[in-house]
């Protein structure tokens, strides 16, 4: 497994020196880093992460999880998330791939596979184990930047042996779920998608709850179940994400606090410094200046 683990880094480091989240391959990211970096809050969005050199971990909700080559992440809903490269240097960078995952693709090759007895996720997001089986579909895939003539043609085959191997692992109850419609994942994404599109609004867990088709009661229990937060958690992530972007092209951080949803500039800045570890306007001029890492979504 390690011979094949080292030709996959060397495709990676082929194909970028740094962060490179749109690639010739669609849906596929790469990323290298040669030093340990501080904690990064970003939104994951449905994707899978593939280390394959140096350790990554990530927080979301109550949750820690770390990954290396031994394991493989996935998020299958829009997850705010705290990530940090914990073990990098120059000699030994950190080297992962990424797939963002096609719920459509999915589908169509669930509808093309047998019935699997039903198992319950405990949540929309998790690290397991690779397999050489994994790793040789992530192989074929990858080997395409090497070949760009051949992507229009196989790309979209070989994403479906990856989606594949997916389904055969530990991830597979997860991922089933994602592409079915009925399942307590989807009515939580429902949700999700409600409040991502209106982070800005009081939020009302009855509203929320209709939305996903379920009783107050059980909305909550299958939302933390699912997202290792509640939804006012979920919503201040968003709403904090949210404000962080806006004030890089403005100054004015109180109109920022308001244009997202919270009535009080004085608690917006506490949770703001909180979250991002500084001031909002000290915080806006360190992106302003680069000092913060961008583009930590794999």
Same mark, same amino acid.
């Given at each position: 497994?390690?011979?094949? *683990?080292?030709?996959?880094?060397?495709?990676?480091?082929?194909?970028?020196?740094?962060?490179?989240?749109?690639?010739?391959?669609?849906?596929?990211?790469?990323?290298?880093?040669?030093?340990?970096?501080?904690?990064?809050?970003?939104?994951?969005?449905?994707?899978?992460?593939?280390?394959?050199?140096?350790?990554?971990?990530?927080?979301?909700?109550?949750?820690?999880?770390?990954?290396?080559?031994?394991?493989?992440?996935?998020?299958?809903?829009?997850?705010?998330?705290?990530?940090?490269?914990?073990?990098?240097?120059?000699?030994?960078? %950190?080297?992962?791939?990424?797939?963002?995952?096609?719920?459509? #693709?999915?589908?169509?090759?669930?509808?093309?596979?047998?019935? !699997?007895?039903?198992?319950?996720?405990?949540?929309?997001?998790?690290?397991?184990?690779?397999?050489?089986?994994?790793?040789?579909? /992530?192989?074929?895939?990858?080997?395409?930047?090497?070949?760009?003539?051949?992507?229009?043609?196989?790309?979209?085959?070989?994403?479906?042996?990856?989606?594949?191997?997916? #389904?055969?692992?530990?991830?597979?109850?997860?991922?089933?779920?994602?592409?079915?419609?009925?399942?307590?994942?989807?009515?939580?994404?429902?949700?999700?998608? /409600?409040?991502?599109?209106?982070?800005?609004?009081?939020?009302?867990?009855?509203?929320? !709850?209709? &939305?996903?088709?379920?009783?107050? +009661?059980?909305?909550?229990?299958?939302?933390?179940?699912?997202?290792?937060?509640?939804?006012?958690?979920?919503?201040?992530?968003?709403? *904090?994400? !949210?404000?962080?972007?806006?004030?890089?092209?403005?100054?004015?951080?109180?109109?920022?606090?308001?244009?997202?949803?919270?009535?009080?500039?004085?608690?917006?800045?506490?949770? %703001?410094?909180? *979250?991002?570890?500084? +001031?909002?306007?000290?915080?806006?001029?360190?992106?302003?200046?680069?000092?913060?890492?961008?583009?930590?979504? &794999?």
């Amino acid at each position: 497994m390690q011979d094949l *683990l080292d030709r996959m880094c060397q495709r990676v480091m082929r194909h970028t020196d740094g962060t490179r989240l749109n690639t010739p391959l669609p849906h596929v990211g790469l990323a290298i880093a040669r030093q340990s970096h501080q904690s990064v809050m970003t939104l994951y969005e449905p994707m899978a992460c593939l280390v394959l050199r140096g350790v990554k971990e990530v927080t979301i909700g109550d949750r820690v999880l770390r990954y290396d080559p031994a394991s493989c992440f996935i998020a299958s809903l829009d997850l705010p998330a705290t990530g940090c490269i914990i073990e990098a240097c120059a000699d030994d960078p %950190y080297i992962v791939a990424s797939l963002a995952l096609d719920r459509d #693709l999915l589908s169509e090759l669930l509808a093309d596979l047998p019935p !699997a007895p039903e198992a319950m996720p405990a949540a929309g997001f998790g690290v397991a184990p690779v397999t050489t089986e994994l790793l040789e579909a /992530w192989d074929h895939l990858l080997a395409l930047l090497d070949r760009p003539g051949d992507i229009a043609f196989l790309a979209q085959s070989r994403e479906r042996e990856v989606l594949y191997q997916f #389904l055969q692992g530990a991830h597979g109850p997860m991922l089933r779920q994602v592409a079915r419609e009925d399942s307590r994942l989807a009515q939580v994404r429902r949700a999700l998608l /409600w409040i991502r599109d209106h982070y800005d609004e009081t939020l009302r867990t009855e509203t929320l !709850a209709d &939305i996903a088709g379920m009783s107050v +009661p059980t909305f909550h229990r299958h939302f933390k179940a699912v997202t290792a937060m509640s939804p006012l958690q979920y919503q201040k992530a968003l709403r *904090l994400q !949210a404000a962080r972007r806006m004030l890089t092209a403005s100054g004015d951080a109180t109109r920022v606090a308001y244009a997202v949803g919270y009535e009080s500039p004085s608690q917006f800045s506490r949770e %703001y410094a909180r *979250l991002f570890g500084a +001031p909002p306007l000290r915080d806006a001029e360190r992106l302003r200046g680069g000092r913060v890492e961008a583009g930590e979504l &794999i």
